[in-house]
Structure formats: C-alpha cells, structure tokens
C-alpha cells in the first residue's frame, strides 16, 4: 500500500539550465520532459524522477574520475 504525502515533493531545479550530450540538465540531470512535466507529476512519478537523476548524478561522477 503507498503512503500518503502530506507535502509536495519540491522541484531539483538549481536554475543553471544547460543540457549535456544525452539531452539531459547538467545540473538537476531532469530530461526535458521531466522539467517541463513536474507540476504534473504525482509525488510518487517524482520520487521515482529523483531515483533517476541519483543515478545520472553517480554516473557522471564517476565518468570524469
């Protein structure tokens, strides 16, 4: 069963706004979709965005070690 969130999961966005080769925000790691859609998202659609650009993050920090 899903829990209920009380407050609204706020926006990665660190307004710098530029996309790297994947298509993807060099800083928040969001596609384009995914900044354009987040006020339309559920709680549960932007935890699982989050997920990702966690990944994205990780990725990109070990590609340039």
Same mark, same amino acid.
């Given at each position: 069963?899903?829990? &209920?969130? %009380?407050?609204? /999961?706020? $926006?990665? !966005?660190? #307004?710098?706004?530029?996309?790297?080769r994947?298509?993807? !925000? &060099?800083? !928040?790691? #969001? $596609?384009?979709?995914?900044? %354009? +859609?987040? =006020? +339309?998202? $559920? +709680?549960?659609?932007?935890?699982?965005? =989050?997920? =990702? !650009?966690?990944?994205?993050? /990780?990725?990109?920090?070990?590609? %340039? =070690?």
């Open positions: 069963m899903e829990q &209920i969130e %009380f407050y609204d /999961i706020p $926006s990665p !966005c660190q #307004r710098v706004c530029q996309m790297d994947q298509e993807y !925000c &060099i800083k !928040c790691y #969001r $596609s384009r979709d995914e900044r %354009f +859609n987040w =006020l +339309n998202y $559920s +709680n549960h659609q932007k935890q699982g965005v =989050l997920r =990702l !650009c966690k990944q994205w993050a /990780i990725r990109r920090y070990y590609q %340039f =070690l």
